[in-house]
């Protein structure tokens, strides 16, 4: 059994990183601007109803906006979901850092110092690979891609330290419902255009 200083340092953390979590959510959750009971686009239902799409209910919601409806083709779908990804890493990105800015614990900080870098990748990538989509849809694929291992690497981190934070937790599952709807857009960008690679 742990000496009850370590019980009590992790008890400590635990709730000021569960107190901390439970400030406003809706950075992280998706925002639509109209219900699901609008019609989406044709695009947007067959990006959803994917096998590859992780959440179909997450990603109506995510892809429900006027902009996104109105999105002419998969390049500017692809645009566009890459735009709400970065959006997304952004504002978990600033979770993490309020968290860290009021924890004080060096277990704790590691773990939130390793995702803070995952999220920062994570922006950069989406916003790559939304200038990419057009020229290479093809490394625009394996640039999304590779933001998941990233963020797993974070959850991993969080575990080890004993993080328990619903917010951040949230975060990480949006991130990765984000990066399923990147990776399968640039794939059908892809199938779209085989010869232009």
Same mark, same amino acid.
């Given at each position: 059994?742990?000496?009850?200083?370590?019980?009590?340092?992790? @008890?400590?953390?635990?709730? $000021?990183?569960?107190? @901390?979590?439970?400030?406003?959510? %809706? +950075?992280?959750?998706?925002? +639509?601007?109209?219900? $699901?009971?609008?019609? %989406?686009?044709? @695009?947007?239902?067959?990006?959803?109803?994917?096998?590859?799409?992780?959440? #179909? #209910?997450?990603?109506?919601?995510?892809? %429900?906006?006027?902009?996104?409806?109105?999105?002419?083709?998969?390049?500017?779908?692809?645009?566009?979901?890459?735009? $709400?990804?970065? +959006?997304?890493?952004?504002?978990?990105?600033?979770?993490?850092? !309020?968290?860290?800015?009021?924890?004080?614990?060096?277990?704790?900080?590691?773990?939130?110092?390793?995702?803070? *870098?995952?999220?920062?990748?994570?922006?950069?990538?989406?916003?790559?690979?939304?200038?990419?989509?057009?020229?290479?849809?093809?490394?625009?694929?394996?640039?999304?891609?590779?933001?998941?291992? !990233?963020?797993?690497?974070?959850?991993?981190?969080?575990?080890?330290?004993?993080?328990?934070?619903? #917010?951040?937790?949230?975060?990480? #599952?949006?991130?990765?419902?984000?990066?399923?709807?990147?990776?399968?857009?640039? %794939?059908?960008? *892809? $199938?779209?255009?085989?010869? !232009?690679?």
């Amino acid at each position: 059994m742990p000496p009850p200083n370590q019980l009590c340092l992790d @008890l400590v953390i635990f709730l $000021l990183v569960f107190s @901390l979590s439970y400030l406003s959510t %809706s +950075a992280i959750i998706p925002k +639509a601007n109209v219900s $699901l009971s609008i019609p %989406s686009s044709q @695009l947007v239902e067959n990006l959803c109803n994917d096998k590859a799409i992780q959440n #179909r #209910r997450f990603c109506l919601k995510a892809l %429900s906006t006027p902009e996104v409806i109105a999105a002419m083709d998969t390049t500017q779908l692809g645009t566009l979901i890459m735009k $709400l990804g970065a +959006a997304n890493a952004k504002a978990t990105l600033n979770v993490y850092n !309020e968290i860290i800015k009021k924890l004080g614990f060096p277990q704790a900080l590691k773990a939130l110092n390793c995702c803070v *870098e995952a999220y920062k990748y994570a922006i950069l990538s989406f916003e790559m690979v939304s200038s990419e989509l057009v020229e290479d849809p093809q490394t625009s694929n394996y640039d999304v891609a590779v933001i998941g291992p !990233e963020i797993a690497n974070c959850e991993k981190e969080l575990i080890n330290a004993k993080v328990q934070a619903p #917010r951040l937790l949230a975060g990480n #599952r949006f991130m990765k419902y984000y990066v399923s709807m990147g990776y399968e857009i640039t %794939s059908t960008l *892809e $199938l779209e255009n085989p010869n !232009e690679y």
